[in-house]
């Protein structure tokens, strides 16, 4: 299948500080790309989808501007958590289709694990 | 998107079949059955997905009943790497793309 990568894998940071989170399809190009979010023993929940070019689409309750979604190409697209607090540490995924005759399949980073101290 | 409904967890043991079942009784003509795995810390995989016909991949096999309102995953010959929470997600065919996760199942593959 195809690849998408995430980074950084890992990372801890102060409480009020940003911290941007890269995803990039490797082998495709992406028309859309989702972001979704992950907390401990439950499921993924989709917080945006956004596509090349155009401003994010957020979920009911996704605040946009604290979490900033920029999708400048058709294989990067990157997600920053403004003025992070504890509360924001979580499981961060994305994912990748390239849509239409790619394929509808959504292919997933392995996901950044993000702490708030 | 139509709910699905899967089973908490489920245990098979090292070379046997694992069956995951899934019910999508509310699926319409439209709708795609997709399953996906996500192996703990991980990144959830994409499976296989099906309209109305069995599909059968280097991964697993796809059994939709007739009346496509529910499904099978067959693992044919479940490992300990297999053991991963599985996801049934019906969505439909068109241009939204989005996919909603339900809780899954929890496969646990013992030695």
Known sequence: ????????????????????IECRSLDFQATTMFW?????KQSLMLMATSNEGSKATYEQGVEKDKFLINHA???LSTLTV???HPED???????ATAGGQGGHEQFFGPGTRLTVL | DAKTTQPPSMDCAE???????CNHSTIS???????????HSQGPQYIIHGLKNNETNEMASLIITEDRKSSTLILPHATLRDTAVYYCI???GGSNYKLTFGKGTLLTVNP
């Open chain 1, 73 to 75: 190409s058709l294989t």
């Open chain 1, 36 to 40: 979704y979010r992950q907390f401990p």
């Open chain 1, 82 to 84: 403004t003025s992070a």
């Open chain 2, 29 to 39: 003509g439209n709708e795609y059955v997709y399953w996906y795995r996500q192996i």
């Open chain 2, 15 to 21: 070379g046997r079949a694992a069956n995951l079942p």
């Open chain 1, 1 to 20: 299948g195809a690849v998408v990568s995430q980074h950084p894998s890992r990372v801890i940071c102060k409480s009020g500080t940003s911290v941007k």
């Open chain 2, 90 to 92: 019906v969505r439909d």
């Open chain 1, 89 to 95: 540490s979580s499981f961060y995924i994305c994912s």
